[in-house]
């Protein structure tokens, strides 16, 4: 799990009437969101959007957020950042070890994150095949797609088909 700044790209092919360029609608701006987010073999998908950068206390808001109304533990995978390794983190951690477990990705191994899955689907069939014209739009258009995904828990398995991320499985 990881903060993602989605920068928006226009990708893909277009068609216009033969002798006539194709015109593709954006500002040619870039806008970035921070988001974090929990994805589960069983489907189920956790995010939150946010202003500002990462830090340990909207980590732990998250996690207690994935805590709430649940009765089975959660073993959450998490990447290098040092949000993830902060001593608030390892304490909150401790003081509810009976309900959730943090599992470190080895270095420089985004492959192995199922999260980013969700991330590549994200930037490269939804975000970046729209024309956006601000980030208040963008942040409309992201919340849409998540909470999409949200709906769609066959989606959300069929991630952890991909074989780098099997193992979560």
């Not at 470190?104 to 991330?119: G, I």
């Not at 930037?123 to 949200?150: C, E, W, Y």
């Not at 769609?152 to 088909?161: E, K, W």
């Amino acid at each position: 799990m990881r903060p993602v700044s989605v920068l928006i790209i226009h990708s893909g092919t277009t068609w216009a009437a033969v002798g006539q360029t194709p015109i593709i609608e954006r500002t040619g701006a870039r806008h970035t969101l921070n988001m974090i987010s929990a994805v589960s073999p069983r489907g189920e998908f956790r995010f939150m959007c946010h202003e500002g950068k990462f830090n340990t206390t909207l980590f732990i808001e998250f996690m207690q957020r994935l805590l709430h109304h649940r009765s089975t533990p959660i073993f959450l995978i998490v990447d290098g950042h040092p949000v993830h390794r902060a001593g608030a983190v390892r304490k909150f951690v401790t003081d509810n070890q009976d309900r959730i477990r943090l599992w470190r990705l080895p270095s420089y191994s985004p492959d192995l994150n199922p999260d980013e899955l969700v991330w590549a689907h994200l930037k490269h069939h939804k975000i970046g095949k729209v024309a956006i014209t601000g980030p208040d739009r963008m942040k409309q258009r992201v919340i849409a797609f998540l909470r999409s995904l949200q709906k769609t828990p066959a989606l959300v398995r069929a991630m952890f088909q991909h074989p780098s991320v099997r193992y979560a499985a």
